[in-house]
């Protein structure tokens, strides 16, 4: 609140309302001016507001001013006068605009005066007190302590100047109360603080109730209230604060100047209020009263940066409250603002990048985005590098930065983050003196960084000083303190830990008992109660692993339960683990209950994996989480308790949620109504084309949308997960086969057709185990081969060759990993297709873990089903519900070398595209060849044709797979830019390229690769390659796939691609080439 204060240093007594102008001769206005300066440079309600309305009248006044100074002779006896008007008027320019040539100019003026005035003339001491104004306001800028001392000497002299009976000395003791509760601030030292209050009151006593100027010393007297309140934390200090504030506030007219800065102090002790008692009602009233501040701050003020600051911690509070995201995205924006408005040499740049830092943890905490982490990390730094070592903020800032190691360490385990936290807590609370309110949230975090590396070190000096912190913590903390049931929690958790490490049941009990007490503390609509229902819940079931008591079994699933039917969780990665380990306990114990936590533990995954994310960061998650092995464990828990159907519909809630989410973003606009309708398109456009410029807050509001949608009639479960009753038409054409591996057992789900329940398919002889065995040969099979597989380098070609190395051995191996496919995996699955009377047609695999890359459609010794493969029901379901197009097109990219310099030459190209050109007649095919076939020239081909044709080089990126691409030539075209393509006239692909339906082993699941990614983008079907394929065979395969759609001059079908490659294959197959040849070619899609 220093900014507040300093405005009342030298307040100036103008209350005649005399409308003079700037045309009136210098004399008549220096008469207007000596009834304005009883007190110098009023930077509060300033001359110029009164007097000179407009910027310009400001600018002629200083042009006036300047004549009035250099013409008369430099002794002339009203130059003193004259100089001080002068740096009046600049300070009031510099409060309007900020510009620091004037607030120089205006000190310089200032001294000017004082130098040429006699030390007993009766204007010294209001010039003394202007100048000391203006060395405030240089403080105020540049943090420079000279200036406040120079400040405060002149305060202090221009008081001693002052009779106790002159009726300036209550404005004097005002300014000087000021400067002491400025320093106060700056050095922390009580005897200021002290001062301060004692010459406030001391100025309110000397001042007449009705007098004007009687609410501006009120409101310095209640600033130093709740300074008080800030360094002892006694509620009387801040109720007095906040009751001066609110009668200053009710005194203060709606058009007075002074008014925002009134609103934004009571703003500021209703959030105090508020921090200390939980009251909602103080909290809305905070945010209330800073809207309006800032409502009523021109842009350009220098003071708007403030209100600013303190309408997002009051927004932040908001969240903390109600857990609404709107509020923690405005919170984000508004202190972004604030930094950004804020000059680097600026003393208040610290505290505002801290908060800063804050909301970008909350929002990390809640999304989980590391850059959010980094962000807020490098913002807190640099306010413990802004802040002076013996700044009173300096511990508050230090705890900032030790939260933001805390997080980094439990995000990445990396140890250097952990010390740095204990280092940062502990230097925190050694600079927090034993009386400070803040000392109970000081040594929390000293306690919680203990407890951290209790749990990796395992050392119990660590636990044992946990433990006894986190009880003085409690100790010290208020009962009605808001923040007493989270340091409750702690205490519990870390008896929790003592109890596992020495199993004496008195811990646990506690432990219980503290949960319980922080739960019944908590109100029911908080967002922290679904955390604290789940510690409770884990209490419980320590308890229950120990005494084995029924009461207990029964709390824990109610607990449980309770605490995921509440508003959407604050931390959704603490809720995940928390269904995952509530649905583990029950597995052993009542399986039953296994479902319903594996089913709330992937309702989170729209909280896990935020759509306002960029794909990167979605994928980061999905491999920290270990979400495919808990959707394997999921599908196998229900396989288990024979519960095939909800096995089904958690097994595809959980593959491949990138492209579901994809899809989701494409709706069927057609089922709302139309406002709705071209809101969400609107929206959800912006996600999908990446056009938003806020990603996150789009996200928000789209799911705000939905979730308004979804309260109306017969729209209950828009965009919900699918119920069997809808995927099971995924089988409309055909059976498909789900994949599931998992340490319990590898099993396949069979959908044999819509109408009836899905099908076990045991596989006794198939396990992780021998499933990596076989992953391991392919890969050793391809190496000899000189196969390049995904991650190889790419001028690694398929005839390299092995020394040492014989063909036959490879045949071999081959033809055993095929009868292992066969007769494991294969076989079983043809049994009981047989078992249904079907024997041949088409037949889908959607395989899921170590079950995906290895080649089932390969393993049949002969077959009469055309095979292919789909990422999820969902994609296969929209690409059979896209209605076939009454006019067909072909366009073809061949790309023979490129720029990049480990592509070799692709000499099979040009006779592919020729092949084609042979084959497809009508209509002509668009072909893009060698320098043609250009990125953007690529992208309009694919916008404008149904069938597409790419011979070229492909790329799978390991470390980020939306960068795996398609090399063109003069640069690529990668899964990212193909995903947020919009592909209405798609129909089906065919990728001549190396590696392009093989994906990143991490990410198995999400058939993450260049062939699944077209069908995202709405292509029907694709045909691509799990490895490279030889440069000879891309020809002839082409050349018998084109053959058999176009032949007898029809027109092709999506769904005739399979069966149109199958021969292809065949005929490589008749020709006796390599397995290696023919093996890798497979069908995505319809």
Request: charged fraction near 25%.
């Amino acid at each position: 609140m220093s900014g507040s204060i300093f405005r009342q240093i030298g307040e100036i007594y103008h209350d005649t309302g005399d409308p003079y102008t700037l045309e009136a001769t210098i004399r008549k206005f220096q008469e207007v001016l000596d009834l304005a300066l009883g007190d110098p440079n009023n930077p509060t309600i300033s001359f110029t507001d009164q007097c000179l309305r407009e910027m310009k009248d400001l600018d002629a006044a200083i042009v006036k001013y300047r004549e009035a100074v250099d013409l008369p002779p430099t002794n002339h006896p009203d130059r003193a006068s004259w100089l001080q008007g002068l740096a009046v008027i600049f300070g009031n320019r510099y409060q309007r605009l900020g510009d620091m040539k004037d607030l120089e100019a205006g000190v310089e003026k200032y001294q000017e005066a004082v130098d040429l005035t006699p030390a007993d003339h009766p204007k010294r001491a209001a010039q003394l007190q202007g100048l000391a104004a203006a060395f405030g306001n240089r403080y105020q800028r540049s943090g420079d302590m000279n200036d406040m001392e120079a400040a405060m000497e002149k305060l202090q002299e221009a008081v001693d100047l002052t009779p106790a009976d002159h009726p300036d000395r209550a404005a004097r003791l005002q300014g000087l109360a000021a400067a002491f509760a400025n320093r106060y601030q700056r050095l922390g030292d009580m005897t200021d603080l002290e001062a301060a209050v004692e010459k406030y009151q001391e100025a309110v006593d000397l001042t007449p109730a009705d007098h004007p100027k009687r609410t501006y010393r009120l409101h310095g007297l209640a600033i130093s209230f709740t300074n008080c309140y800030e360094r002892l934390g006694d509620m009387k200090d801040l109720e007095a604060a906040v009751e001066k504030f609110q009668a200053v506030t009710n005194l203060t007219p709606a058009e007075h100047p002074e008014r925002p800065y009134r609103l934004q102090d009571l703003a500021t002790s209703f959030t105090y209020r508020y921090q200390r008692l939980g009251d909602m009602k103080d909290l809305e009233a905070a945010v209330e009263k800073y809207q309006e501040a800032v409502d009523l701050t021109p842009s350009d003020h220098p003071a708007r940066a403030t209100r600013l600051h303190g309408l997002a911690i009051s927004f932040t509070d908001r969240y903390k409250r109600l857990g609404d995201m709107k509020d923690l995205e405005a919170a984000v924006e508004k202190s972004q603002e604030v930094v950004d408005l804020t000059p680097a040499g600026h003393p208040k740049r610290a505290s505002w990048l801290q908060t800063l830092a804050l909301t970008l943890k909350d929002r990390y905490q809640r999304l989980g985005d590391i850059n959010d982490m980094e962000a807020a990390m490098e913002k807190s730094q640099e306010a413990v590098d802004l802040t002076p070592a013996d700044h009173p903020d300096l511990a508050s800032r230090l705890h900032v930065l030790a939260t933001l190691f805390l997080d980094r360490y439990r995000r990445r385990r990396d140890m250097r983050d952990l010390d740095g936290a204990v280092e940062k807590f502990q230097e925190a609370m050694d600079r927090t003196p034993a009386d400070h309110p803040d000392r109970a949230c000081r040594l929390q975090g000293v306690a919680t960084s203990l407890a951290d590396r209790y749990t990796k070190l395992r050392d119990m000096k660590d636990l044992k000083t946990a433990v006894e912190k986190f009880q003085e913590v409690v100790n010290l903390t208020p009962a009605d303190h808001p923040n007493r049931p989270s340091r409750l929690d702690d205490l519990a958790m870390s008896l929790t830990d003592r109890y596992q490490r020495l199993g004496d049941l008195n811990d646990l009990e506690a432990a219980v008992h503290k949960y319980q007490e922080a739960m019944d503390q908590t109100p029911t609509d908080h967002p922290d109660r679904t955390c604290r229902l789940q510690a409770i819940a884990a209490a419980f079931m320590a308890r229950y692993k120990q005494l084995e008591n029924p009461e207990d079994l029964q709390l824990i699933h109610t607990y449980y339960g309770d605490s995921f039917k509440t508003q959407a969780p604050s931390n959704p990665e603490s809720s995940w683990r928390a269904a995952l380990q509530w649905a583990f306990f029950s597995e052993d114990v009542q399986p039953v209950y296994s479902l319903t936590a594996y089913s709330v533990a992937l309702d989170l995954l729209p909280d896990l994996l935020w759509m306002g994310h960029p794909i990167l960061v979605r994928q980061d998650a999905i491999r920290r989480l270990h979400i495919g092995p808990a959707v394997s464990t999921a599908t196998q828990s229900c396989i288990a308790l024979s519960d095939l159907i909800s096995a089904v519909q958690l097994f595809e809630q959980g593959l491949a949620t990138t492209f579901q989410q994809i899809l989701q973003l494409k709706p069927d606009f057609n089922l709302l109504p139309p406002d709705q309708a071209k809101e969400l398109q609107r929206l959800s456009s912006a996600l999908y084309n990446g056009t938003a410029n806020n990603p996150g807050k789009v996200a928000y509001q789209r799911q705000e949308l939905l979730h308004a949608i979804r309260k109306q009639p017969g729209l209950e479960h828009f965009l919900l997960r699918q119920p069997y009753q809808v995927l099971c038409h995924a089988a409309q054409e055909g059976p498909v086969v789900l994949l599931n591996s998992h340490p319990k057992g590898c099993d396949g789900i069979m959908i044999v057709n819509p109408v009836s329940d899905p099908v076990h398919v045991a596989f006794p002889n198939v396990t992780l185990h021998e499933l990596g065995k076989h992953q391991s040969l392919l890969k050793q099979l391809l190496h000899c081969c000189g196969v390049r597989t995904h991650g190889e380098s790419i001028s690694t070609r398929l005839f390299g060759g092995q020394e040492g190395v014989s063909s036959t051995t490879i045949e071999e191996h081959f033809t055993y990993l095929l009868a292992w496919l066969w007769n494991n995996i294969a076989k079983p699955v043809y049994q009981v297709l047989a078992s249904y009377e079907i024997h041949k047609g088409r037949l889908w695999w959607l395989p899921s873990g170590l079950f995906t890359g290895l080649p089932l459609h390969a393993c049949p010794p002969t077959d009469k089903f055309i095979h292919s493969y789909t990422a999820t029901l969902g994609l296969l379901l929209e690409a059979q519900a896209k209605k076939p197009l009454n006019k067909h097109n072909i366009g073809v990219v061949g790309v023979t070398h490129t720029g990049h310099p480990s592509a070799n030459y692709l000499k099979g190209v040009k006779r592919e595209v020729e092949n084609i050109r042979s084959i497809v007649k009508d209509p002509t095919p668009e072909c893009l060849i060698g320098e043609e076939a250009t990125s953007s020239a690529v992208k309009d081909l694919l916008q404008k044709h149904s069938w597409v044709h790419l011979a070229c080089h492909g790329v799978q990126d390991l470390v980020e797979p939306t960068k795996s691409r398609l090399l063109l030539y003069d640069g690529v075209l990668e899964l990212e830019t193909i995903l947020r393509m919009s592909l209405s006239n798609a129909e089906d692909v065919f990728l001549a390229a190396c590696q392009t339906a093989m994906g990143d082993a991490a990410l198995a699941n999400e058939s993450f690769h260049l062939g699944g990614g077209f069908i995202a983008a709405g292509f029907q079907g694709a045909i691509g390659t799990l490895w490279s394929m030889n440069d000879e065979d891309g020809p002839l395969v082409a050349e018998s796939v084109y053959s058999h759609l176009f032949r007898d001059g029809r027109h092709p079908h999506a769904s005739d691609a399979a069966e149109a490659l199958q021969l292809a294959v065949n005929k490589l197959k008749a020709q006796k080439v390599p397995y290696e040849r023919w093996i890798p070619f497979i069908h995505m899609g319809i």
